[in-house]
């Protein structure tokens, strides 16, 4: 049976829809190719461009699947087999981000904060200066434990040591100040339910031109970003995107 009654959702996610966003969803369906669905496409590029704060050349998108279906986006497209990896684990969701880099044949280490606290930028540095990392991987806002990382500390020092720096921002886009070009994030990912009020089912993300150049041949084909790029910029079918979630 369908619900009858509102629910009223306190939770970091999924939150309570607005009725603009209920009346989109019931907009009449468009096709995946349709050229309206792909002018709807361009302009959520944009509009996620203006969300993350990313440079105007960035690619912003968004994938078809929840926050999880973006993280493995993007680690699969700047993780190959060798790739040294800098893993920042203060709780359940950077535990799952590690074991992804490591899925995808990541030589990863790790950067263990207690739980319920935020890492410290100084053990980071030390662990840079340590051992080299291709990345660095970090969670904005811990859901699990409810902690705020340094983000833009971590980033300045992936940065100062070559690696690219890969955040998740599931809980904290739309909810905390973000700002992906002025802290120099190479690859940001969200999702739709939490801070964007949003149903679950398409998560944004964003690769920054660093990123973009630094990708791997990508094994997977549902997430490998050179696909998504010519389906969201060329409008060439790579798999039926839902045109009411966006
Ligand atoms: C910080 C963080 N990362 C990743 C995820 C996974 O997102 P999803 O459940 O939308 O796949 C969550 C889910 O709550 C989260 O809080």
Not at 68 to 91: D, H, W
Not at 210 to 224: I, K, M, N, Q
Request: charged share 20%.
């Amino acid at each position: 049976m369908l619900p009858a009654t509102e629910r009223l959702l306190l939770g970091p996610g999924p939150s309570l829809i607005s009725p603009r966003v209920m009346r989109a969803l019931s907009a009449p369906m468009l096709s995946h190719l349709d050229p309206q669905f792909l002018d709807l496409m361009a302009d959520t590029r944009a509009r996620l461009r203006r969300v993350f704060q990313a440079p105007p050349d960035a690619f912003a998108f968004a994938v078809s699947g929840t926050g999880t279906a973006a993280m493995e986006v993007s680690v699969a497209n700047v993780v190959q087999p060798g790739t040294r990896v800098l893993s920042i684990v203060t709780g359940y969701f950077a535990e799952r981000l590690a074991e992804m880099c490591r899925r995808y044949g990541g030589d990863v280490t790790r950067v263990e904060a207690e739980w319920g606290r935020a890492c410290d930028p100084e053990a980071v540095r030390r662990a840079l200066k340590q051992s080299a990392a291709d990345i660095v991987t970090i969670v904005h806002a811990e859901t699990s434990t409810g902690v705020l990382n340094p983000v833009k500390e971590v980033a300045t020092l992936a940065r100062e040591h070559g690696a690219l720096v890969i955040v998740d921002a599931v809980t904290s886009l739309g909810a905390m100040p973000l700002d992906a070009a002025g802290w120099h994030l190479d690859v940001v990912y969200s999702c739709s339910q939490k801070g964007l009020g949003a149903p679950s089912g398409v998560a944004p993300i964003v690769f920054a031109p660093t990123a973009l150049a630094r990708r791997v041949p990508c094994r997977s084909f549902y997430f490998d970003v050179s696909l998504l790029e010519d389906y969201w910029l060329r409008g060439k079918y790579h798999h039926t995107m839902c045109a009411s979630l966006i």
